[in-house]
């Protein structure tokens, strides 16, 4: 509706399933570049995946004209666990390595990215237990069947006060969990989660991308939209195509030394 009543042009979805995205990836240089086609695109999705194995598409060949926001990483606990913050849940960790346990959703996701960066920054080890999605991922934290959670900042939305939030991977907190502390205001230097963008195939002339680029930006900028995002625990973000360059450069630096070291790229 936002789209529509900024644009003009109504939005018509098509769901490609299959492969994590990959499916819809892969084709995408195959459809015809004239401003109308786009596909949704994700991180760290399109960095890990061809790193992995063969999916038909380097990272590379995705185009992105916009990310327009990101699901920020957090680590929770149950409400009524005896780990209140982030300083006992290190020190938790420190005592006994590789015991404290952890939820999250799939492996060599965002969620097991952040626990890999963040055993690394804290000097800890703990055990990363993949769930096949964050309702399961979820559940596990809910049952106490883990010590707690890797999920998101829209998990500690839907959750509410069975958990307890330590951190958000956030430059500064979320407006809608100002109870919440960063990693960075703790000393851990992590601001991350799965971003999504829109892409679009290789032959949209540049014009054309600057132009829907425009247009997302606009729509991004929308109060509406901006309220009914944050409210469902989403982050804002306004990377177009002046910021492009360097914004992939960095994440798909981090990224692939993080899959190194993490044993995940092929051979």
């Given amino acids: 509706p936002?789209?529509?009543k900024l644009t003009g042009q109504g939005l018509a979805i098509q769901y490609k399933a299959g492969a994590g995205g990959a499916a819809g990836w892969s084709q995408l240089n195959s459809m015809a570049g004239d401003g109308y086609t786009v596909m949704g695109t994700n991180l760290p999705h399109?960095?890990?995946?061809?790193?992995?194995?063969?999916?038909?598409?380097?990272t590379d060949d995705?185009?992105?004209?916009?990310?327009?926001?990101?699901?920020?990483?957090?680590?929770?606990?149950?409400?009524d666990s005896p780990i209140k913050n982030l300083k006992d849940f290190v020190d938790a960790a420190k005592k006994a390595p590789g015991a404290t346990t952890l939820s999250g959703s799939g492996t060599n996701s965002a969620n097991h990215l952040a626990q890999r960066q963040f055993?690394?920054?804290?000097?800890?080890k703990t055990?990363?237990?993949?769930?096949?999605?964050t309702g399961?991922?979820?559940?596990?934290?809910?049952?106490?069947?883990?010590?707690?959670?890797?999920?998101?900042?829209?998990v500690q939305m839907q959750l509410g006060a069975q958990v307890r939030c330590l951190a958000v991977a956030m430059e500064q907190r979320h407006p809608k969990l100002p109870?919440?502390?960063?990693?960075?205001?703790?000393?851990?230097?992590?601001?991350?989660g799965a971003y999504r963008g829109v892409a679009v195939p290789k032959s949209t002339p540049a014009d054309v991308q600057a132009k829907l680029a425009d247009a997302l930006a606009k729509v991004n900028a929308d109060p509406e939209f901006i309220r009914k995002m944050e409210e469902?625990?989403?982050a804002m973000l306004n990377v177009g195509p002046a910021q492009m360059g360097a914004f992939m450069t960095e994440v798909k630096g981090r990224y692939e030394a993080l899959a190194k070291e993490m044993g995940i790229v092929k051979k």
């Avoid at 995705?62 to 990101?70: A, E």
């Avoid at 919440?180 to 991350?192: A, I, R, S």
Wanted: glycine share 14%; proline share 7%; with cysteine.
């Fill in 46 to 58: 399109i960095v890990l995946q061809p790193l992995e194995k063969d999916v038909g598409y380097k």
């Fill in 136 to 154: 399961p991922s979820n559940t596990a934290l809910l049952g106490k069947q883990v010590s707690g959670s890797w999920g998101y900042t829209t």
């Fill in 62 to 79: 995705i185009t992105t004209v916009f990310w327009f926001h990101y699901t920020p990483d957090a680590l929770l606990v149950p409400a």
């Fill in 119 to 124: 055993d690394k920054m804290a000097g800890i």
């Fill in 2 to 4: 936002v789209f529509k």
């Fill in 232 to 234: 469902g625990g989403f």
């Fill in 179 to 192: 109870d919440c502390p960063t990693f960075k205001e703790q000393g851990y230097n992590l601001v991350g």
């Fill in 127 to 133: 055990t990363y237990v993949p769930f096949g999605g």
